[in-house]
T-cell receptor, first 114, second 107 residues
Framework: DGGITQSPKYLFRKEGQNVTLSCEQN?????MYWYRQDPGQGLRLIYY???????QKGDIAEGYSVSREKKESFPLTVTSAQKNPTAFYLC?????????????FGPGTRLTVL | RKEVEQDPGPFNVPEGATVAFNCTYS??????FFWYRQDCRKEPKLLMS???SGNEDGRFTAQLNRASQYISLLIRDSKLSDSATYLC????????FGAGTILRVKS
């Protein structure tokens, strides 16, 4: 089954703790993305990577970090510096070949800071 | 001004109705256009790409007007299962997502 997996589905964190969200894809897509979604708002881009070992900040990168050591994996760390981390986090990937830049999403991780 | 703007709704329609959503975008250099569907507490799923000539997929028709910088989605013969939030997505190197329009189809 080809697709994007995210784990865990729900995550609870105490204030001051770092936490890492997993994202794996077996679609052989070059590009991967992290978004956060807050109630009633559109998706906001945190980080993206168009190729292994390279990534760029999105619109709201402060308090987050990523790595892209393998094509299949793009983990996101939410650090204690992120002021309001409670949100729905979505990972996506895209083939980015020719004119195809549509994105496909994993099921998401709901992070709650207690 | 937001890069992608949508009427948040909700649009409440009876089964069988035809409903249309519009979306405007601010970046005239945008190259790609999509409609995504998002069910409550789920991830967005690609509904259809939008092409300059307009395109249809079953009960769904998408149109693009580059001159006026808007795209539209028409749903004919609405089903209960069409109830969801519809996201307008516009982009070039990066995609920009609208906040979504809520559709509720009632029996």
């Amino acid at each position: 089954d080809g697709g994007i997996t995210q784990s865990p589905k729900y995550l609870f964190r105490k204030e001051g703790q770092n936490v890492t969200l997993s994202c794996e894809q077996n679609l052989n897509h070059d590009a991967m993305y992290w978004y956060r979604q807050d109630p009633g708002q559109g998706l906001r881009l945190i980080y993206y990577s168009q190729i292994v070992n390279d990534f760029q900040k999105g619109d709201i990168a402060e308090g987050y970090s990523v790595s892209r050591e393998k094509k299949e994996s793009f983990p996101l760390t939410v650090t204690s510096a992120q002021k309001n981390p409670t949100a729905f986090y979505l990972c996506a990937s895209s083939p980015r070949t020719g004119n195809r830049n549509e994105q496909f999403f994993g099921p998401g991780t709901r992070l709650t800071v207690l | 001004r937001k890069e992608v703007e949508q009427d948040p709704g909700p649009f409440n329609v009876p089964e069988g109705a035809t409903v249309a959503f519009n979306c405007t975008y601010s970046n005239s250099a945008s190259q790609s256009f999509f409609w995504y569907r998002q069910d409550c507490r789920k991830e967005p799923k690609l509904l259809m790409s939008v092409y300059s000539s307009g395109n249809e997929d079953g009960r769904f028709t998408a149109q693009l007007n580059r001159a006026s910088q808007y795209i539209s989605l028409l749903i004919r013969d609405s089903k209960l299962s069409d109830s969801a939030t519809y996201l307008c997505v516009v982009g070039g190197n990066k995609l920009v997502f609208g906040a979504g329009t809520i559709l509720r189809v009632k029996s």
